[in-house]
C-alpha cells in the first residue's frame, strides 16, 4: 500500500479577466493543483499570463491535451453576452470536471448539470464570495445564532453583480431559501438603491441593491455585501465582504421593582453587570485586510476552497444533479430579484482622490463640562 499523495488535479483556466485570481490561487497550491494551460481568445493579456505563468495557450477545447482533469470557466454566460455555458458543456462533453464563475441562469444551470451527469463528470457552480474567509466566519456565526435564537429579520445591501453570491450566503445560513418571496421594487428615481422587502426561509428581509455599473468596469460599486441577521437576544453583521463579523447583543436594561434601571452611585450600583460583554464585539480577527491582501490571497484562498470542494466531489462519485440543488434554487431566486430589478443602470462615479481611515479622523468637538449639582 502506497502512502504517497494524490497527485495534483490538472487544471485549465478559461478567461484571463477574472481569471488571473485563478491563475494567482492554483500557481500557489502546487501539492494540490497543477495548472495545465490557460484557454483563452489569444488577447494580448492572455498571451502575457501563458508567458508569465509558463504554460500553453490554447483557442479551443479540441486543443486540450487528454490528462486535462478539470476547467476553471471564469468567462461570462449569456446573462452576461459571453459564451460560458457553451464552453462549460463543451468541456464536460470530454470528461473534464468544470468550476464555473457565477452567475448562471437556472435554466442554463440545469442544463449542465444534465450534461455533467450524461458524462459522467463533476460540474459546480462557484458563487465565490461564501468560500471567502470573513464570509465563512459570517455563516458559521448566524447558522449558530439561529440555531440558537429565533431569527427575526435579515437586512442586506449588496452590489447587482454579486447578488447571486449573497442569495447563497442566505441559503447557506438558513439551510436554503424557502419559504422565499420579493415584493415589488420601491422607487427608485434618483436613488442609487433599489429597495426590495420579502422573506428568506419564512424570515422578513429588506434588501437594497446597487443596481448601476460602470460601463466596462463592474469595480466601482459603491460597496459588495453587507449582512445583518438579527434575533431578539442581538444580531450578527458582516460589515464588509471582506470582514469584520460583529455581535452585537440586544440592551437588556436592569431595573428593580419600582423601575429604577440607575442609581446615583456607580461603585453601590449592581444591576448593570457586566455578563453581555461589550455592546459589540469581533466574532472573528478585529483586522481587515488591505486590497493587495484581498486580491492576492484572501480571494485565492476561496478558489482554492472551492476547488477543494470540486474535487472532493469528483473523488467521492456524487450524483451532480443532487449535488446542485441549492445552486438551482439560489439560481432562480436571483432571477426572480434580476428581473424585479430590471436591467442595470449606467453608473459614471466621480471618486476623487482615494481617502484612507486617517482622513476621516478629526478633532471630536470638546464636550462642555457640566459641574456636579448643576442643571
Same mark, same amino acid.
Given at each position: 500500500?502506497?502512502? #504517497?499523495? $494524490? ?35 489569444? #488577447?494580448?493579456? %492572455?498571451?502575457? /499570463? ?12 479540441? !486543443? ?100 447571486? &453570491?449573497? *442569495? &447563497? *450566503? ?12 420579493? @415584493?415589488?421594487?420601491? !422607487? ?6 433599489? @429597495? ?24 466601482? %460599486? ?9 434575533? !431578539? ?10 470582514? $469584520?463579523?460583529?455581535? @452585537? ?10 423601575? *429604577?434601571?440607575?442609581?446615583? #452611585?456607580?461603585?453601590? !450600583?449592581?444591576? =448593570? @453587570? ?11 480577527? $478585529?483586522? %481587515?485586510?488591505? =486590497? %493587495? ?13 472551492? /476547488? ?7 473523488? #467521492? ?36 482622490? $482615494?481617502?484612507?481611515?486617517? &482622513? ?16
Amino acid at each position: 500500500m502506497s502512502d #504517497s499523495p $494524490p497527485r495534483p488535479m490538472r487544471v485549465v483556466v478559461c478567461g484571463t479577466r477574472f481569471g488571473q485570481v485563478y491563475l494567482s490561487a492554483i500557481a500557489r497550491a502546487p501539492q494540490r493543483y497543477e495548472l495545465a494551460g490557460i484557454l483563452a481568445r489569444g #488577447s494580448t493579456r %492572455s498571451v502575457t /499570463l501563458a508567458k508569465e505563468y509558463g504554460v500553453p495557450l490554447y483557442s479551443s477545447v479540441a !486543443d486540450l491535451p487528454q490528462d486535462v482533469d478539470a476547467a476553471c470557466v471564469v468567462v461570462s454566460t449569456a446573462v452576461g453576452g459571453g459564451p460560458g455555458v457553451e464552453l462549460t458543456k463543451e468541456l464536460l462533453g470530454r470528461g473534464i470536471h468544470v468550476l464555473q464563475e457565477h452567475p448562471v441562469h437556472p435554466a442554463e444551470l440545469a442544463d449542465c448539470l444534465r450534461t455533467a451527469r450524461r458524462a459522467e463528470a463533476q460540474y459546480v457552480v462557484n458563487t465565490f464570495y461564501p468560500h471567502v474567509e470573513p464570509v465563512r466566519q459570517f455563516i458559521s456565526a448566524a447558522r449558530t445564532l439561529v440555531r440558537l435564537r429565533k431569527p427575526v429579520f435579515v437586512d442586506a445591501i449588496c452590489a447587482v453583480q454579486v447578488c447571486f &453570491d449573497l *442569495i &447563497d *450566503i442566505l441559503a447557506q445560513v438558513f439551510d436554503g431559501l424557502r419559504p422565499w418571496s420579493l @415584493s415589488a421594487v420601491g !422607487d427608485r428615481a434618483g436613488r442609487p438603491l433599489a @429597495s426590495v422587502d420579502g422573506q428568506v426561509a419564512g424570515v422578513p428581509l429588506t434588501l437594497r441593491v446597487e443596481n448601476r455599473m460602470q460601463a466596462g468596469d463592474d469595480s466601482t %460599486s459603491l460597496l459588495l455585501h453587507r449582512i445583518t441577521v438579527g434575533t !431578539d437576544a442581538g444580531n450578527v453583521m458582516l460589515a464588509n465582504t471582506h470582514g $469584520p463579523v460583529l455581535w @452585537s447583543p440586544v440592551l437588556r436594561a436592569p431595573a428593580d421593582p419600582e423601575g *429604577i434601571f440607575l442609581s446615583g #452611585s456607580a461603585d453601590a !450600583d449592581t444591576r =448593570w @453587570s457586566d455578563v453581555l460583554g461589550p455592546t459589540a464585539d469581533y466574532v472573528g480577527a $478585529p483586522q %481587515s485586510p488591505t =486590497w %493587495s491582501g484581498v486580491v492576492r490571497e484572501l480571494w485565492g484562498d476561496g478558489v482554492l476552497t472551492a /476547488l477543494d470542494d470540486l474535487r472532493e466531489r469528483v473523488d #467521492s462519485g456524487v450524483d451532480p444533479l443532487r449535488g446542485g440543488q441549492r445552486h438551482l434554487a439560489v439560481a432562480t431566486a436571483w432571477k426572480e430579484l434580476t428581473e424585479a430589478l430590471g436591467y442595470p443602470e449606467v453608473a459614471v462615479p466621480d471618486p476623487g482622490d $482615494p481617502l484612507r481611515v486617517a &482622513d476621516l479622523r478629526t478633532e471630536p468637538v470638546a464636550v462642555r463640562p457640566h459641574p456636579a449639582g448643576s442643571p
